[in-house]
């Protein structure tokens, strides 16, 4: 157990609708990352944020997507009008020092 | 981004030492050699790391060529606990420390 949380584990949603997925880390990770896999691939990098400021989104992160974390504690990752390529696993890690403590993932569906 | 490039998949036999290979061979200076691996239907874990120096730790060894050009991961019995698929990425020192994960080794132990 990484003491990441993610919730929820699994999303099943319809094409056009938005979801919201949340990231709870431990206290001590300032900084925190977030990630999509699909299926047979590595995890691929989306946004990460030192504390409550986000420092760098991927090109992969489009419009659609927004992300936040107030406070530097817990983080939320906002899709709008999913599609059905968004179907993925996306997954949150925490850091310290050198490693990254990653989330069990929430697995969304797009129908 | 410098690559890396791994075997698709590898077998072992529980008990036995397993050698899970990396190649590197444009890695940078200030690149680290880390390695995660993902167990089934869940986040990836951190294994180990490290620059220029053999690392040991609990969970496996880190043999780095004296180049830097390749790498490799050594678990030194095989349980089935360790079937995974075991990810071998360079971590500029510099990049906000995300993680740019490649396709990975699938490792499969047989009891």
């Known amino acids: 157990d990484t003491g990441v949380s993610q919730d929820p584990r699994h999303k099943i949603t319809k094409r056009g609708q938005n979801v919201t997925f949340r990231c709870d880390p431990i206290s001590e990770h300032n900084r925190l990352y977030w990630y999509r896999q699909t299926l047979g691939q590595g995890p691929e990098f989306l946004t990460y944020?030192?504390?409550?400021?986000?420092?760098?989104k991927s090109r992969l992160l489009s419009d659609r997507f927004s992300a936040e974390r107030p406070k530097g504690s817990f983080s939320t990752l906002e899709i709008q009008r999913t599609e059905q390529g968004d179907s993925a696993m996306y997954l949150c890690?925490?850091?310290?020092?050198?490693?990254?403590?990653f989330g069990p993932g929430t697995r969304l569906t797009v129908l | 981004d410098a690559k890396t490039t791994q075997p698709n998949s590898m077998e072992s036999n529980e008990e036995e030492p397993v050698h899970l290979p990396c190649n590197h061979s444009t890695i940078s200076g200030t690149d680290y050699i880390h390695w995660y691996r993902q167990l089934p239907s869940q986040g990836p874990e951190y294994v180990i790391h490290g620059l220029t120096s053999n690392v040991n730790n609990r969970m496996a060894s880190l043999a780095i060529a004296e180049d830097r050009k390749s790498s490799t991961l050594i678990l030194h019995r095989a349980t089935l606990r360790d079937a995974a698929v075991y990810y071998c990425?360079?971590?500029?020192?510099?990049?906000?420390?995300?993680?740019?994960f490649g396709g990975g080794t699938r490792l499969m132990v047989k009891p």
């Open positions: 990425i360079l971590r500029p020192d510099w990049a906000g420390n995300m993680l740019t």
């Open positions: 944020f030192q504390n409550e400021a986000q420092l760098e």
């Open positions: 890690a925490g850091k310290t020092y050198n490693e990254q403590f």
